[in-house]
């Protein structure tokens, strides 16, 4: 699974072999450049989703209910699910299960395919202290397989792990029945999600060790960029052949 944010790369991403594209809260971050996905919203995520299914019409796509909106009840989870499913999304991603566990079965109960997100939940950054491994301790550890069991219970058909150590992710993949995903979780999950941008290399500031860098991207693209630039300074850009009749 890539999270990616627009037509353009849904397009690509459609045209090769992942199975699925998530259109993550990480937006917020990625393309709106705020310091962390608080600062999605509904209407931000409706865009990215609509524009994600006009470019990948025939693939599963996740949306992330953003900040807050599974934490307000079941009536406005339900809104701002149903409006990312009007949008185009196939599913939703939920963070954590403790508090809102009503809210994914209803969600479930309805209709809406629900995939769970434990581990590193970065809307919870504030609480967290920061973007760190979780599930270190045997307690924290055993708390986090017991919020996998519950959103099996509750229906969830999927769970990304995000930062957890690998035993644990590899632990919790063999318990459940449904796949786990792992970001910086290890080998041993069902399935694996990266960033797009960073499998691309797009930003150079942005180098966790757990994302592996495909090709330099932002190489090659300000490499272009200044071959553009120098050719417009000397002329050569338009040539001949590249100006309209
Ligand atoms: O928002 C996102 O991109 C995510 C993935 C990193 C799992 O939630």
């Known amino acids: 699974m890539l999270a990616a944010y627009d037509a353009l790369m849904a397009r690509l991403v459609a045209a090769s072999e992942a199975d699925a594209i998530l259109v993550g809260d990480s937006v917020a971050m990625v393309v709106h450049g705020f310091p962390s996905t608080v600062h999605a919203t ?3 995520m409706r865009t990215h989703v609509a524009a994600v299914r006009r470019g990948a019409p025939e693939m599963l796509v996740v949306a992330d209910m ?3 909106s599974a934490r307000r009840g079941k009536v406005a989870a339900t809104d701002a699910a149903g409006a990312l499913m009007q949008a185009g999304a196939t599913a939703v991603k939920i963070e954590g299960v403790r508090g809102h566990e009503e809210v994914v079965a209803h969600l479930v109960e309805s ?3 629900v995939m769970g997100h434990l581990g590193l939940t970065p809307q919870s950054v504030h609480q967290l202290g920061g973007y760190r491994l979780q599930g270190r301790g045997a307690a924290d550890a055993e708390r986090l397989r017991e919020d996998a069991r519950r959103l099996e219970e509750l229906g969830a058909f999927a769970i990304v792990l995000e930062c957890v150590p690998a035993e644990l992710a590899a632990g919790i993949t063999a318990e459940r ?6 970001i910086g979780a290890g080998a041993g999950t069902a399935g694996q999600v990266l960033v797009v941008s960073d499998l691309l290399g797009l930003d150079p500031r942005f180098q966790p060790r757990f994302a ?3 090709v330099e991207g932002h190489e090659l693209i ?5 071959r553009f630039a120098r050719d417009v300074r000397a002329a050569t850009f338009p040539a001949r052949e590249e100006v309209l009749a």
């Open 177 to 182: 029945s449904i796949p786990t995903i792992g």
């Open 222 to 226: 300000q490499d272009a960029i200044n």
């Open 66 to 68: 953003p900040f807050i």
């Open 111 to 113: 209709g809406i395919p």
């Open 212 to 214: 592996r860098r495909y």
């Open 42 to 44: 509904i209407e931000m």
